[in-house]
């Protein structure tokens, strides 16, 4: 098993579908861009406003609490993955940042 846990993860923009070593689930079209905007950004938080425009676009007149729905619901999807798998963590004022575990601790 990969040391690196990012490299465990496989997203599938064909069929929505996100693999975590033998774990999958699908997401929907918005789930999937946002996971991918978090995943882009990696390490670090990111804005809601900014996944916002990102995601559904400068254009549309969204509520900046959709972000928050739709987080929640990925969150849950997330969940599915294990414990190891991606973790969605808010930043109190900003927004949001993703985790994934690093599971390469040295065995005693």
Known sequence: MS????RDLVLEPQTFRVVFRVQAVFLTRLEFRL??????GEGRSLYR???LN???GPQVSVEIRNVDSHIVRLRRKLQRLGE?????ETVWGVGYRIRI????SVPS
Do not use: H
């Open 101 to 104: 575990t690093d599971d390469c």
């Open 3 to 6: 040391c690196e846990s990012r």
């Open 49 to 51: 406003q900014d996944l």
């Open 54 to 56: 990102r995601v559904w």
């Open 35 to 40: 996971l991918k905007q978090l995943l882009d």
């Open 84 to 88: 190891q798998g991606p973790t969605i």
